[in-house]
């Protein structure tokens, strides 16, 4: 199936420390998403990647996609204890209308 | 900032009775979705909903489930007869352009069957 899986499962740094998350996929896209998610909240879109596009940047968010390696990875900057969340990619496919979420990237950034 | 609402937050229920969660995706949103989470798991596809008409639907959105558009607002998903397995996280979401554009989530619905 189209699912992004992303990898590590979970992520431990300090605050100031780089975020560095990875997102793996399975056929072609049109785009991949990426969303964070606080404990026990809806998910929240962070960037959208199209599949021309190679690198994208907001704010302390920087994603990347190679559509060789059907890859992408997200990287947060100098981290934050906010950032301590969930993050998920999200990517369609080129026939329906629906994405498919990986199992997402436990984020805990330490004070 | 326009957003999507959910009720209720939370529901619990009795296996085999009958629930309905409600959304209100953005007004000016014409790609309504259905997603759940079981606990501390991946949010799982459930139905995707355009032009009053399902357009996809994944495995688990089997003949217990339903969705509707009643008026120009709401966006309601129905399971007839729940099951213990059905315990999880529902979230609603909209989207402007559909499989080109952002998702936008609620907050979630949380279904407990007992």
């Known amino acids: 199936s189209q699912q992004g899986e992303e990898d590590p499962q979970a992520l431990s740094i300090q605050e100031g420390e780089n975020a560095t998350m990875n997102c793996s996929y399975k056929?072609?896209?049109?785009?991949l998403q990426w969303y964070r998610q606080n404990s026990g909240r809806g998910l929240v879109h962070l960037i959208l990647?199209?599949?021309?596009?190679r690198e994208k940047h907001s704010g302390r968010l920087r994603v990347t996609l190679d559509t060789s390696k059907k890859s992408s990875s997200l990287l947060i900057t100098a981290s934050r204890a906010a950032d301590t969340a969930s993050y998920f990619c999200?990517?369609?496919?080129?026939?329906?209308?629906?994405?498919?979420f990986g199992p997402g990237t436990r984020l805990s950034v330490l004070p | 900032e326009p957003e999507v609402t959910q009720t209720p937050s939370h529901q619990v229920t009795q296996m085999g009775q009958e629930v309905i969660l409600r959304c209100v995706p953005i007004?000016?949103?014409?790609?309504f979705y259905w997603y759940r989470q079981i606990l501390g798991q991946k949010v799982e596809f459930l139905v995707s909903?355009?032009?009053?008409?399902?357009?996809?639907k994944s495995e688990i959105f089997d003949d217990q489930f339903s969705v509707e558009r009643p008026d120009g607002s709401n966006f309601t998903l129905k399971i007839r007869s729940t099951k213990l397995e059905d315990s999880a996280m529902y979230f609603c979401?909209?989207?402007?352009?559909?499989?080109?554009?952002?998702?936008?989530f609620g907050e979630g619905s949380r279904l407990t069957v007992l």
């Open positions: 999200a990517t369609d496919d080129n026939y329906g209308q629906n994405f498919v």
């Open positions: 056929t072609s896209i049109n785009n």
């Open positions: 979401a909209s989207s402007e352009t559909g499989r080109v554009g952002e998702l936008f």
């Open positions: 990647i199209r599949s021309n596009e």
């Open positions: 007004s000016n949103h014409l790609y």
């Open positions: 909903f355009y032009n009053n008409e399902i357009s996809e």
